[in-house]
């Protein structure tokens, strides 16, 4: 049986997957970049989006979920990846290493987006 969900719920899962979709889309323009100029930009976009979806799961999904483990593992990924975007905003946009955290960002990053949504959507919709 599924759990009951509400509108409110609905509208927060909702909201949080398209954030999810936005930050999928410019990972890929971010690694597709054409030059280095274009890549910075679009790195930028991706920062700023990775934010704002952070953001909105500390506020609307991990109040209501409420389950330490869960919400404390996400937190800690959250952390690492605050850490990376901030090492990354030091490199070389051109760089191999640049492109090598970005790699690794974008695999971190899926992780954690995967995990949200089999690990806390599901709590939400109980509520």
Do not use: C, N, W
């Amino acid at each position: 049986m599924t759990p009951p969900s509400t509108p409110a719920t609905d509208d927060v899962i909702d909201y949080v997957k398209a954030q999810h979709l936005t930050t999928r889309k410019l990972f890929g323009k971010t690694l597709r970049a054409a030059d280095v100029t274009t890549r910075r930009r679009h790195f930028a976009a991706l920062r700023a989006a990775l934010t704002a979806q952070e953001v909105s799961e500390e506020l609307l999904v991990h109040p209501r979920v409420r389950r330490g483990r869960v919400v404390e593992s996400l937190r800690g990924e959250t952390d690492d990846t605050k850490e990376l975007l901030d090492q990354m905003a030091r490199l070389d946009p051109a760089s191999a290493e640049f492109e090598t955290a970005l790699t690794d960002l974008q695999q971190a990053t899926e992780d954690h987006t995967q995990r949200v949504e089999a690990e806390e959507f599901p709590l939400l919709t109980r509520r």
